[in-house]
């Protein structure tokens, strides 16, 4: 009888012994895994969509097609002349391409004369996305990530996005080409930055507080004049954001989101090792610019202009 119950008594310790340990094997592994803690409720409120309304949107345009590619363009409510300038250029070039505008509030309200143009434009166009948050250069990641949310929510059903400042010259035939060619999934391309640094110049128009960001470097990131994404990494980027403090270079943020996911970005080479994403400005040249996908500096005249151009000459050459 004693001897049963002294039985028992180690049985029973056995058991519990190795379910402490399960238990912490099992805790260890899984907070490893888990990787990075998730930001404070109050940080993260302030980059997440959801803390914002739409005063815009769009939420059918992809519901009874599904573009191979979306083009999402981040403009001020103010720049109607760029929009104008894209709609009638390579926002429009291509079948299966859509092109959308992504605006947050003016700084002179929701009541002000911009704001009516504004809404106007967008019955006449149906193309302009807004969220009422203040539109302005220290909050463009918070749109980037109204961008990704966006697409997350309303057009995933499109093959590739692309994220493209409205002063770029896009040569979306290439693109098109050279995308029908690359991965599905995980997949994000432009002009590859591997060993940014802070700055730490308060004078620096790229100024980033030690505060705010205190790692020397910055994980690999292409840079924000345009950068093309396969749609799944909308969400998961989205995702990630959790886990991301704000910075307002919206570029590398995405870069440290990426991080979080494990997803390298990747250069876009042509057979000549040429950048195709190029971020200088380039004067125009019709059939250097047919091998590229883009190029920079292009306020709306000049991107008209040279679209004239491009858009009948670029298959001959
Ligand atoms: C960014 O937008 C939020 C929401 O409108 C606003 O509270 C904040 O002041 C803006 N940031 C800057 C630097 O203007």
Same mark, same amino acid.
């Given at each position: 009888?004693?001897? +049963?119950l002294?039985?028992?008594? +180690?049985?029973?310790?056995?058991?519990?012994?190795?379910?402490?340990v399960?238990?912490?094997v099992?805790? $260890?592994l899984?907070?490893?895994?888990?990787?990075?803690?998730?930001?404070?409720?109050e940080?993260?409120?302030?980059? $997440?969509?959801?803390?914002y309304q739409?005063?815009?949107?769009?939420?059918?345009?992809c519901?009874?097609?599904?573009?191979?590619?979306v083009l999402?363009v981040? %403009?001020?409510?103010?720049?109607?002349a760029?929009r104008?300038?894209?709609?009638?250029?390579?926002?429009?070039?291509a079948r299966? %391409?859509?092109?959308?505008?992504y605006?947050?509030?003016?700084?002179?309200?929701?009541? $002000?004369?911009?704001q009516?143009?504004?809404v /106007? /434009?967008?019955?006449l166009?149906?193309?302009?996305i807004?969220?009422?948050f203040?539109?302005?250069?220290?909050?463009?990641?918070?749109?980037?990530?109204?961008?990704?949310k966006? +697409?997350? +929510?309303?057009?995933?059903s499109?093959s590739?996005?692309?994220?493209?400042?409205?002063?770029?010259?896009?040569?979306v035939?290439y693109?098109?080409?050279?995308l029908r060619?690359?991965?599905?999934l995980?997949? @994000?391309t432009?002009?590859l930055?591997?060993?940014?640094?802070?700055?730490r110049?308060?004078?620096?128009?790229?100024y980033?507080?030690e505060?705010?960001?205190p790692?020397?470097?910055?994980?690999?990131? %292409?840079?924000?004049?345009?950068?093309?994404?396969?749609?799944?990494?909308?969400?998961?980027?989205?995702?990630a954001?959790?886990?991301?403090?704000? @910075?307002?270079?919206e570029?590398?943020?995405?870069?440290?989101?990426?991080?979080?996911?494990? %997803?390298?970005p990747?250069?876009?080479?042509?057979?000549?090792l040429?950048?195709?994403? /190029?971020?200088?400005?380039?004067?125009?040249?019709?059939?250097?610019f047919?091998?590229?996908v @883009?190029?920079?500096?292009?306020p709306?005249?000049e991107?008209?202009?040279?679209?004239?151009d491009f858009?009948?000459?670029?298959?001959s050459?």
């Open positions: 009888m004693r001897k +049963t002294l039985w028992n008594w +180690t049985k029973f310790l056995g058991v519990v012994t190795v379910l402490t399960s238990a912490h099992f805790l $260890s899984s907070k490893h895994s888990a990787g990075p803690d998730p930001l404070p409720e940080e993260y409120r302030l980059i $997440s969509p959801l803390t739409y005063l815009l949107n769009q939420p059918d345009v519901r009874d097609r599904s573009p191979f590619l999402l981040p %403009v001020a409510p103010q720049e109607a760029a104008d300038a894209v709609r009638r250029s390579w926002g429009s070039a299966d %391409v859509l092109t959308l505008f605006a947050g509030l003016p700084p002179s309200g929701p009541q $002000s004369r911009l009516r143009a504004l /106007e /434009e967008s019955k166009h149906a193309d302009i807004q969220m009422n203040m539109d302005n250069y220290q909050n463009l990641t918070i749109k980037t990530m109204m961008m990704m966006w +697409t997350a +929510t309303y057009c995933s499109a590739y996005a692309m994220k493209v400042d409205a002063d770029i010259f896009v040569n035939y693109l098109i080409q050279r060619s690359s991965p599905r995980g997949f @994000i432009g002009s930055i591997r060993d940014g640094t802070p700055r110049d308060p004078q620096s128009k790229w980033l507080a505060e705010q960001y790692e020397s470097s910055f994980p690999p990131y %292409v840079s924000g004049a345009g950068y093309v994404f396969s749609t799944d990494l909308a969400s998961r980027i989205s995702w954001s959790r886990f991301v403090r704000m @910075i307002h270079l570029d590398a943020y995405v870069g440290l989101c990426l991080r979080v996911l494990g %997803v390298r990747v250069y876009s080479y042509d057979l000549f040429r950048n195709l994403f /190029e971020i200088q400005n380039l004067a125009y040249d019709r059939c250097s047919a091998r590229l @883009i190029a920079n500096g292009f709306p005249r991107l008209l202009h040279a679209w004239q858009a009948k000459g670029h298959a050459c």
